[in-house]
């Protein structure tokens, strides 16, 4: 093997993204061990506070989720006391998704959580590189779900 095909080998980007992905949620997933639907309901909470989606199909499409499936993961954080449907008051034919007082209050001490096991992950690296990798990532996100929405 030459040192050009043993450089690609070693930068295999689905392989590097996918090592990323088990290391983030071997640190991260014990988080959320008690909150509904783990990791997907620690997003739904976070993006019913600091988002403007409300609905649950806007929200099932910027969360990924089937959109069958939502209606379950907002059932699950609605019992747990996290999030509470309330009418629209633009449009009373609507429902929202709003957190709750105990949701916003487990959130904050979630994201703390998160936070710590977040540097956890990172280890030594420099909060330059860190900076920049998750910068990079965030874009790589929102193009990716754009790729994902001209595939349908």
């Given at each position: 093997?030459?040192?050009?095909?043993?450089?690609?080998?070693?930068?295999?980007?689905?392989?590097?993204?996918?090592?990323?992905?088990?290391?983030?949620?071997?640190?991260?997933?014990?988080?959320?061990?008690?909150?509904?639907?783990?990791?997907?309901?620690?997003?739904?909470?976070?993006?019913?506070?600091?988002?403007?989606?409300?609905?649950?199909?806007?929200?099932?499409?910027?969360?990924?989720?089937?959109?069958?499936?939502?209606?379950?993961?907002?059932?699950?954080?609605?019992?747990?006391?996290?999030?509470?449907?309330?009418?629209?008051?633009?449009?009373?034919?609507?429902?929202?998704?709003?957190?709750?007082?105990?949701?916003?209050?487990?959130?904050?001490?979630?994201?703390?959580?998160?936070?710590?096991?977040?540097?956890?992950?990172?280890?030594?690296?420099?909060?330059?590189?860190?900076?920049?990798?998750?910068?990079?990532?965030?874009?790589?996100?929102?193009?990716?779900?754009?790729?994902a929405a001209q595939r349908r």
């Amino acid at each position: 093997m030459n040192d050009r095909a043993t450089a690609l080998e070693a930068c295999d980007l689905g392989w590097s993204i996918a090592m990323i992905g088990r290391g983030y949620a071997a640190v991260v997933d014990p988080v959320f061990a008690d909150v509904p639907r783990g990791a997907r309901g620690y997003q739904l909470l976070h993006t019913v506070i600091h988002k403007s989606i409300r609905s649950q199909t806007a929200l099932a499409d910027y969360l990924g989720v089937d959109r069958t499936v939502m209606p379950y993961f907002v059932d699950d954080l609605q019992a747990a006391g996290l999030v509470e449907r309330q009418d629209d008051p633009a449009d009373r034919r609507r429902r929202i998704v709003a957190a709750t007082r105990h949701g916003r209050a487990r959130y904050a001490e979630l994201s703390e959580r998160v936070l710590e096991a977040e540097r956890v992950f990172f280890g030594d690296l420099p909060d330059g590189e860190r900076s920049a990798f998750v910068a990079t990532l965030a874009t790589m996100a929102h193009r990716s779900r754009e790729l994902a929405a001209q595939r349908r």
